[in-house]
T-cell receptor, first 114, second 115 residues
Framework: GQQLNQSPQSMFIQEGEDVSMNCTSSSIFNTWLWYKQDPGEGPVLLIALYKAGELTSNGRLTAQFGITRKDSFLNISASIPSDVGIYFCAGQLTQNNAGNMLTFGGGTRLMVKP | GAVVSQHPSRVICKSGTSVKIECRSLDFQATTMFWYRQFPKKSLMLMATSNEGSKATYEQGVEKDKFLINHASLTLSTLTVTSAHPEDSSFYIC???????????FGPGTRLTVT
């Protein structure tokens, strides 16, 4: 199925560094979601964005809904070892109560060196 | 809030047998649930959308007779992998929509191994 272009595919950073990842799409969405998945677990919702241009924070995480509605980024500040995992973006089109389905990015694997 | 559980977390079965996976929304009523399949180091692939009280909608390429979905109540959807084969081995994850919002909350996943 369709996937969003998510980059980078993987990152290996030093503890304390900031992290940035983004997703782009050829089509528009009216909701962007960011999830984190630990090995052997299901994805956990981190941040949900509903309006173009919206900037939302959740602790050390900040995400923005691109003004064109075709992209979103996620920043993690001052990374810590427990930030390790795979981060997925997901776009959603929710017009007329249809299109509940999510379109996922390919994931960004984050590794943090203590 | 918005907790989704799955059972079992791991299952090993023999080729030719059927396996049922349960997905429950624990603290909300989910009119819509979703079933995904995930291969190692890959993203999630939507298999089907399950609506309470009606037939599931399957994605292109997913065999509905192979992957039976039942959404009999507002808190439970089941996925039955019929006549399982080794190529069905995978990580199966369900999610549920918590209305009136559209966000999906995921279960912890079920690791299926077919020998």
């Amino acid at each position: 199925g369709q996937q969003l272009n998510q980059s980078p595919q993987s990152m290996f950073i030093q503890e304390g560094e900031d992290v940035s990842m983004n997703c782009t799409s050829s089509s528009i969405f009216n909701t962007w979601l960011w999830y984190k998945q630990d090995p052997g677990e299901g994805p956990v919702l981190l941040i949900a964005l509903y309006k173009a241009g919206e900037l939302t924070s959740n602790g050390r995480l900040t995400a923005q809904f691109g003004i064109t509605r075709k992209d979103s980024f996620l920043n993690i500040s001052a990374s810590i070892p427990s930030d390790v995992g795979i981060y997925f973006c997901a776009g959603q089109l929710t017009q007329n109560n249809a299109g509940n389905m999510l379109t996922f990015g390919g994931g960004t694997r984050l590794m943090v060196k203590p | 809030g918005a907790v989704v559980s799955q059972h079992p977390s791991r299952v090993i079965c023999k080729s030719g047998t059927s396996v049922k996976i349960e997905c429950r929304s624990l603290d909300f009523q989910a009119t819509t649930m979703f079933w995904y399949r995930q291969f190692p180091k890959k993203s999630l692939m939507l298999m089907a959308t399950s609506n309470e009280g009606s037939k599931a909608t399957y994605e292109q390429g997913v065999e509905k007779d192979k992957f039976l979905i039942n959404h009999a109540s507002l808190t439970l959807s089941t996925l039955t992998v019929t006549s399982a084969h080794p190529e069905d081995s995978s990580f199966y994850i369900c999610s549920a929509r918590n209305p009136p919002g559209y966000e999906q909350y995921f279960g912890p996943g079920t690791r299926l191994t077919v020998t």
